[in-house]
């Protein structure tokens, strides 16, 4: 088989060495406030200046067979570029994608933000503006030969649907990790797929290797001036659209640096006033952290939920370029990006992937960092290759991004009536419950972990003084990624008991109606006339939601129990938990 021959071999013959050249970094090492541009040390590439020079164009560094040839004028000028992007030949496959406002996010921050949709593409994504201007442009001889690229997604379905269009061949290298949805698309447009290497570093490696052994030209995903110029044509098209009416800024996500560096290159010749910011992930920071330091830095480690900007080093070309123009780079946490794809849906009725919504998510930050009121922003929307099995964990932390939900661990005291006593005094009928986990425990006190819904800061210290005022303990969990993305699915777990397990115990699903005071008004008729010994509730949007419900009912109360549910059935629905099912929650539960 194809992709296992080639994974061997590259074990053996193609480690990663060009992180040896460079200082490593840690994402952690840069701290910047929230929607605040990072540290920008100028390099020593292009003055904006440069833009203005009657210059020739130059052909620059190019890459063929896997290896950087220089021209003797080295990289091309800031003029040079203008013209690439000028000439570049994206439209023979690419599509001038519309420029949408966004009215609902638009209202919500008090400015007008602009989408610019590249997710509207026919690959849904960008990158096919850079790699088909890329291998237009080889002449009859390179075109024959193929192409050969290293990409796990969005790169990989641009470079096939290139190949496609002008008859090559195309060798595609994707991580043995990469998602079957995404080798499925790029074989359906024609190309073969080679699955090699654990990280994309080793696969690029591969593929590079590849392109030597079989002259094949390697068509870099961002570090190349025609990759970068077929990307500036995106920043072209936004200043046509926006006619006289500019914005005061340009949001790109950043990953290698290649729409950044083409956008940039191209808007600073044309109307340098229009501020160009890059956003990262704060966990992905590998252009902020490079143009902090002067120079390019190798991440020892990468977040990868936005897995279309994670990358470990940027470009050596793209970071010239926007070492010299770029006005600086904000950064931006998961749930924030989250927030931003709802946002984009709430608006749109699209789904962007995590990369294409970065930009949305860096405009909102700053906006709300700078205080600005009554301007215009516009914010690539990058791509929507989104997994659909990434969706349920966007969802859950959307609203964390957005600031309208709390996550909190509250201590309350192990007796019956505590949990309606909790709810009653502490959270009340006002703010929408949006989660409840709690597991009995033998011991005196016992902790709940929920979220609530909140609009302002003021109903956060309102309820957080509450349950001071009451004698609850509580720790706000909201900021801390670890407890969003693994301790709120621990919490309810066995039953701490001095027996190993609690007498009397049933468990129900109950069908929750979704609306204010519901919740009060269940535990009103439950407790403290029967102990709750487990309570697992997630709000799903849904007009009801299913709560898993343990009480402590002993057999002389059932027929008072029952008569208690059928008052309680109009608005709440009760199932038993029984047979095979009840016996696995026990096994798990205690």
Same mark, same amino acid.
């Given at each position: 088989m194809e992709c296992a021959r080639g994974t061997r071999a590259a074990r053996r013959t193609w480690k990663v060495r060009a992180s040896a050249t460079?200082?490593?970094?840690?994402?952690?090492?840069?701290?910047?406030?929230?929607?605040?541009?990072?540290?920008?040390?100028?390099?020593?590439?292009?003055?904006?200046?440069?833009?203005?020079?009657?210059?020739?164009?130059?052909?620059?560094?190019?890459?063929?067979?896997?290896?950087?040839?220089?021209?003797?004028?080295?990289?091309?000028?800031?003029?040079?570029?203008?013209?690439?992007?000028?000439?570049?030949?994206?439209?023979?496959?690419?599509?001038?994608?519309?420029?949408d406002l966004l009215p609902r996010l638009s209202e919500s921050v008090g400015n007008e933000l602009w989408l610019k949709r590249e997710d509207c593409q026919p690959v849904f994504s960008f990158k096919l503006r850079g790699a088909y201007n890329k291998m237009v442009r080889m002449d009859a001889e390179a075109r024959k030969n193929g192409v050969v690229c290293s990409s796990a997604g969005n790169h990989a379905q641009g470079v096939a649907m290139a190949a496609a269009k002008l008859g090559c061949s195309a060798v595609i290298c994707m991580p043995v990790t990469t998602p079957d949805i995404k080798v499925t698309n790029v074989k359906r447009l024609g190309a073969e797929v080679v699955l090699v290497g654990e990280t994309y570093d080793e696969c690029q490696a591969y593929a590079k290797q590849r392109g030597r052994e079989d002259g094949r030209t390697f068509v870099h995903p961002f570090d190349d001036p025609d990759v970068i110029a077929g990307q500036g044509t995106v920043g072209m098209e936004i200043l046509r659209q926006c006619g006289n009416r500019l914005p005061e800024a340009i949001f790109v996500p950043v990953g290698g640096g290649g729409l950044i560096a083409g956008i940039a290159a191209y808007v600073k010749a044309v109307r340098p006033e229009i501020k160009v910011i890059g956003v990262e992930p704060v966990g992905a920071n590998a252009m902020a952290l490079s143009l902090s330091k002067g120079e390019r830095v190798y991440?020892?480690?990468?977040?990868?939920?936005?897995?279309?900007?994670?990358?470990?080093?940027?470009?050596?070309?793209?970071?010239?370029?926007?070492?010299?123009?770029?006005?600086?780079?904000?950064?931006?946490?998961?749930?924030?990006?989250?927030?931003?794809?709802?946002?984009?849906?709430?608006?749109?009725?699209?789904?962007?992937?995590?990369?294409?919504?970065?930009?949305?998510?860096?405009?909102?930050?700053?906006?709300?960092?700078?205080?600005?009121?009554?301007?215009?922003?516009?914010?690539?929307?990058?791509?929507?290759?989104?997994?659909?099995?990434?969706?349920?964990?966007?969802?859950?932390?959307?609203?964390?991004?957005?600031?309208?939900?709390?996550?909190?661990?509250?201590?309350?005291?192990?007796?019956?009536?505590?949990?309606?006593?909790?709810?009653?005094?502490?959270?009340?009928?006002?703010?929408?419950?949006?989660?409840?986990?709690?597991?009995?425990?033998?011991?005196?006190?016992?902790?709940?972990?929920?979220?609530?819904?909140?609009?302002?800061?003021?109903?956060?210290?309102?309820?957080?003084?509450? @349950?001071?005022?009451?004698?609850?303990?509580?720790?706000?969990?909201?900021?801390?990624?670890?407890?969003?993305?693994? @301790?709120?699915?621990?919490?309810?777990?066995?039953?701490?008991?001095?027996?190993?397990?609690?007498?009397?115990?049933?468990?129900?699903?109950?069908?929750?109606?979704?609306?204010?005071?519901?919740?009060?008004?269940?535990?009103?008729?439950?407790?403290?006339?029967?102990?709750?010994?487990?309570?697992?509730?997630?709000?799903?949007?849904?007009?009801?939601?299913?709560?898993? @419900?343990?009480?402590?009912?002993?057999?002389?109360?059932?027929?008072?129990?029952?008569?208690?549910?059928?008052?309680?059935?109009?608005l709440y629905s009760f199932s038993k938990i029984e047979g095979s099912t009840a016996d696995a929650f026990h096994m798990l539960l205690g």
């Open positions: 460079r200082p490593s970094a840690s994402p952690d090492d840069l701290r910047v406030k929230p929607g605040a541009l990072a540290p920008l040390v100028r390099g020593r590439g292009l003055a904006q200046s440069d833009a203005f020079r009657a210059a020739q164009p130059c052909e620059g560094q190019v890459e063929r067979n896997g290896d950087k040839e220089a021209c003797e004028r080295g990289p091309p000028s800031l003029e040079g570029y203008l013209r690439r992007v000028l000439c570049s030949q994206v439209y023979d496959v690419a599509r001038e994608s519309e420029l991440l020892d480690k990468v977040d990868g939920f936005a897995d279309g900007v994670a990358v470990r080093e940027v470009g050596e070309e793209t970071f010239r370029v926007a070492s010299s123009l770029l006005d600086g780079v904000v950064l931006v946490r998961n749930d924030e990006i989250c927030a931003a794809i709802k946002d984009v849906f709430n608006d749109t009725r699209s789904v962007l992937e995590p990369a294409g919504a970065l930009a949305v998510a860096g405009a909102k930050a700053y906006i709300q960092h700078a205080k600005c009121k009554g301007c215009r922003f516009v914010a690539i929307g990058s791509g929507a290759n989104m997994n659909f099995d990434r969706l349920r964990y966007v969802s859950e932390l959307a609203d964390i991004g957005a600031h309208r939900e709390v996550v909190l661990a509250t201590t309350i005291p192990e007796e019956r009536g505590s949990f309606l006593k909790f709810v009653d005094t502490a959270v009340g009928s006002e703010l929408p419950v949006t989660e409840f986990r709690y597991r009995f425990a033998a011991d005196m006190k016992a902790t709940i972990l929920y979220g609530v819904g909140i609009r302002t800061e003021v109903e956060l210290s309102v309820l957080l003084q509450n @349950l001071e005022e009451a004698g609850m303990t509580s720790t706000n969990l909201t900021n801390s990624e670890p407890a969003m993305e693994h @301790l709120r699915y621990l919490v309810g777990g066995r039953a701490r008991t001095f027996t190993g397990n609690v007498p009397d115990e049933r468990l129900y699903v109950v069908q929750f109606p979704e609306r204010a005071g519901a919740l009060k008004r269940f535990l009103e008729a439950i407790s403290p006339r029967w102990n709750i010994t487990l309570f697992h509730y997630r709000a799903t949007g849904n007009m009801k939601s299913s709560v898993l @419900l343990g009480l402590q009912v002993p057999d002389a109360d059932l027929e008072e129990f029952h008569a208690v549910t059928q008052q309680l059935d109009t």
